[in-house]
């Protein structure tokens, strides 16, 4: 007698915890993925050239980094990491796209070095840059990505 009067509310019961489930635990239609962590898109892109006749140098080595300060209780950890080496083209154009954290600012250093010596029109000295990124400057950006900021850095070389 019990197993007959057990048996439909069993189900019922087993019924309506799942429907609880479905109904409360998830977004039907377009459910947010959110996994990973926070990033950005950042872009510095430019042209190399000559300080004095402006013409663009081409395979300059354009070499971006990346320093972190972390003030910890006694004492204070710096680390620096490339981001990326590319080289000038024909036009002494370069573009550098890369994802990492969105903080409040973010400073990269650019730094063109002349690898190739006379070849490309002249021996020039390295020149290093301190391109600063505000989290301000990103745009379309929802959820963990928080967008894409793009920077303009056209670096003039002087001959040795």
């Given at each position: 007698?019990?197993?007959?009067?057990?048996?439909?509310?069993?189900?019922?019961?087993?019924?309506?915890?799942?429907?609880?489930?479905?109904?409360?635990?998830?977004?039907?239609?377009?459910?947010?993925?959110?996994?990973?962590?926070?990033?950005?898109?950042?872009?510095?892109?430019?042209?190399?050239?000559?300080?004095?006749?402006?013409?663009?140098?081409?395979?300059?080595?354009?070499?971006?980094?990346?320093?972190?300060?972390?003030?910890?209780?006694?004492?204070?950890?710096?680390?620096?990491?490339?981001?990326?080496?590319?080289?000038?083209?024909?036009?002494?154009?370069?573009?550098?796209?890369?994802?990492?954290?969105?903080?409040?600012?973010?400073?990269?250093?650019?730094k063109a070095e002349d690898i190739d010596g006379v070849a490309n029109g002249g021996?020039?000295?390295?020149?290093?840059?301190?391109?600063?990124?505000?989290?301000?400057?990103?745009?379309?950006?929802?959820?963990?990505?928080?967008?894409?900021?793009?920077?303009?850095?056209?670096?003039?070389?002087?001959?040795?």
């Amino acid at each position: 007698m019990k197993r007959l009067i057990l048996k439909p509310y069993d189900k019922i019961i087993v019924a309506i915890l799942g429907l609880i489930s479905l109904l409360t635990g998830c977004i039907l239609v377009n459910p947010p993925v959110e996994y990973g962590v926070p990033h950005a898109d950042f872009e510095i892109k430019g042209t190399v050239t000559d300080s004095i006749t402006s013409t663009p140098v081409q395979h300059v080595r354009v070499t971006i980094t990346q320093t972190l300060t972390q003030v910890m209780k006694d004492s204070t950890v710096t680390h620096t990491d490339t981001i990326s080496v590319k080289e000038t083209d024909s036009a002494g154009k370069y573009d550098v796209q890369f994802q990492t954290f969105p903080l409040e600012e973010l400073t990269f250093k650019v730094k063109a070095e002349d690898i190739d010596g006379v070849a490309n029109g002249g021996d020039f000295n390295p020149k290093q840059t301190d391109v600063l990124f505000k989290q301000s400057e990103l745009s379309g950006g929802k959820g963990w990505y928080t967008g894409k900021a793009v920077k303009t850095i056209d670096i003039k070389l002087k001959k040795k």
